[in-house]
């Protein structure tokens, strides 16, 4: 088994027209030869990746999902020009290759770029890399120094400087993730009122501006088969931005699942971040405020954010499956999530009480039930 992600089937109902790809490549300038292999990356919650194998190139190609109505949701133009405005600074985004905005050709916007082969590191690290401890903590410190990395970049004055809105980036994602989870409630998840409430009164002001990422997890990079435990790569850029460094912090918290974490979120876990030689939350938190200097009066603000962003995204989720809009069985016991991220948010606020125990106890006997099925 390679430890390379090479993508898999085509899933149902995501077939690409490869004909029509490769000619527009051609007519593009791209100087492709022999018939082409296409395999598809997991996931499809978001924006839909293949692989496109010819003889001579080795190519990925992203495209917003069907049925998109809002271009600004999965705006491949934005996360085109992300990319390639960031090649200059920051050497381990993928290489552009071009853009097509050309409907007729199968239907949407899509761009292509070369592809960085490479270990994708997921749920599980795979286990032909056999790392051990100190393997593991060097891979966490090189992942979290990337991000600080892409912090870094001059971005005043050049192209990037137009992917933001300026000065009032914390209030603006405060109130836009409260709105979004007013739409997308549903009778059986926590109204998080309190917490909504709790944010909205200590929404501090921009700590500084820089190139965030705004979706930054394990699962997003990509890493040197040679070395894995160097990066060489950075995907996902669809929701990239100017913004505030500490809120792009406390949202990759988020997806931070320990090995002491309750089982709910161990179930539900996307990266390795369980094994032994990683961070902690509060050692992540640290190590970043001592490499950058950043001197938050209240960090517990950016860290419950980062809850309340996530429990949004689920909801949203689960919300299409809540009203049969999909039927995907992945999303059925996202609501079980949710309250566990409502739970987590109140402890770290300082509201923990005997009820809330009690609840989240409940519910990982729920999620045992679930997983024993």
Same mark, same amino acid.
């Given at each position: 088994?390679? $430890?390379?992600?090479?993508?898999?089937? #085509?899933?149902?109902? /995501?077939?690409?027209?490869?004909?029509?790809?490769?000619? !527009? %490549?051609?007519?593009?300038?791209? =100087?492709?030869?022999? *018939? $082409?292999?296409?395999?598809?990356?997991?996931?499809?919650?978001?924006?839909?990746?293949?692989?496109? &194998?010819?003889?001579?190139?080795?190519?990925?190609?992203?495209?917003? *999902?069907?049925?998109?109505?809002? &271009?600004?949701?999965?705006?491949?133009?934005?996360?085109?020009?992300?990319?390639?405005?960031?090649?200059?600074?920051? *050497?381990?985004?993928? =290489?552009?290759?071009?853009?097509?905005?050309?409907?007729?050709?199968?239907?949407?916007?899509?761009?292509?770029?070369?592809?960085?082969?490479?270990?994708?590191?997921?749920?599980?690290?795979?286990?032909?890399?056999?790392?051990? =401890? /100190?393997?593991?903590?060097?891979?966490?410190?090189?992942?979290?120094?990337?991000?600080? /990395?892409?912090?870094?970049?001059?971005?005043?004055?050049?192209?990037?400087?137009?992917?933001?809105?300026?000065?009032?980036?914390?209030?603006?994602?405060?109130?836009?993730?409260?709105?979004?989870?007013?739409?997308?409630?549903?009778?059986?998840?926590?109204?998080?009122?309190?917490?909504? &409430?709790?944010?909205?009164?200590? #929404?501090?002001?921009?700590?500084?501006?820089?190139?965030?990422?705004?979706? !930054?997890?394990?699962?997003? $990079?990509?890493?040197?088969?040679?070395?894995?435990?160097?990066?060489?790569?950075?995907?996902?850029?669809?929701?990239?931005?100017?913004?505030?460094?500490?809120?792009?912090?406390?949202?990759?918290?988020?997806?931070?699942?320990?090995?002491?974490?309750?089982?709910?979120?161990?179930?539900?876990?996307?990266?390795?971040?369980? %094994?032994?030689?990683?961070?902690?939350?509060?050692?992540? $938190?640290?190590?970043?405020?001592?490499?950058?200097?950043?001197? *938050? /009066?209240?960090?517990?603000?950016?860290?419950?954010?980062?809850?309340?962003?996530?429990?949004?995204?689920?909801?949203?989720?689960?919300?299409?499956?809540?009203?049969?809009?999909?039927?995907?069985?992945?999303?059925?016991?996202? !609501?079980?999530?949710?309250?566990?991220?409502? #739970?987590?948010?109140?402890?770290?606020?300082?509201?923990?009480?005997?009820?809330?125990?009690?609840?989240?106890?409940?519910?990982?006997?729920?999620? &045992?039930?679930?997983?024993?099925?």
């Amino acid at each position: 088994m390679s $430890v390379i992600d090479l993508g898999g089937n #085509i899933r149902e109902g /995501e077939e690409l027209d490869t004909r029509a790809v490769s000619n !527009w %490549l051609v007519e593009n300038g791209s =100087e492709i030869e022999g *018939p $082409v292999e296409v395999t598809q990356y997991s996931g499809g919650a978001s924006n839909w990746t293949y692989r496109l &194998k010819y003889n001579n190139a080795d190519l990925i190609l992203r495209r917003p *999902p069907k049925g998109t109505k809002a &271009k600004s949701a999965h705006d491949m133009v934005r996360e085109y020009n992300v990319q390639r405005y960031l090649a200059d600074f920051y *050497p381990v985004v993928p =290489e552009m290759v071009a853009l097509c905005q050309d409907e007729s050709v199968i239907g949407c916007d899509f761009y292509v770029m070369k592809r960085i082969e490479g270990i994708i590191p997921r749920a599980k690290l795979p286990a032909e890399l056999q790392f051990n =401890e /100190e393997q593991v903590h060097q891979l966490c410190t090189n992942v979290l120094d990337k991000f600080i /990395e892409l912090h870094q970049v001059p971005y005043l004055g050049t192209k990037l400087e137009t992917l933001g809105k300026g000065d009032g980036y914390c209030r603006r994602q405060v109130e836009g993730w409260d709105a979004r989870y007013e739409k997308a409630h549903t009778i059986n998840v926590p109204s998080f009122k309190f917490v909504r &409430k709790w944010l909205n009164d200590h #929404i501090p002001a921009d700590s500084k501006s820089c190139v965030i990422h705004n979706d !930054w997890r394990f699962d997003n $990079v990509i890493l040197d088969p040679k070395n894995p435990t160097e990066v060489i790569g950075v995907l996902d850029w669809e929701m990239a931005t100017i913004g505030d460094p500490l809120m792009d912090l406390g949202s990759a918290l988020a997806y931070w699942v320990e090995d002491t974490d309750s089982q709910i979120f161990k179930a539900t876990r996307r990266q390795p971040t369980h %094994l032994k030689g990683m961070f902690t939350r509060k050692e992540v $938190v640290d190590y970043y405020l001592e490499k950058t200097g950043l001197k *938050p /009066e209240n960090w517990a603000f950016y860290e419950v954010f980062g809850i309340f962003r996530l429990a949004v995204i689920a909801q949203q989720i689960y919300y299409r499956y809540y009203h049969k809009q999909t039927d995907n069985p992945a999303f059925k016991d996202f !609501w079980i999530v949710i309250h566990a991220l409502h #739970i987590r948010a109140l402890k770290l606020i300082g509201l923990q009480k005997l009820e809330a125990n009690e609840l989240a106890q409940k519910y990982m006997e729920k999620m &045992k039930e679930i997983l024993g099925k």
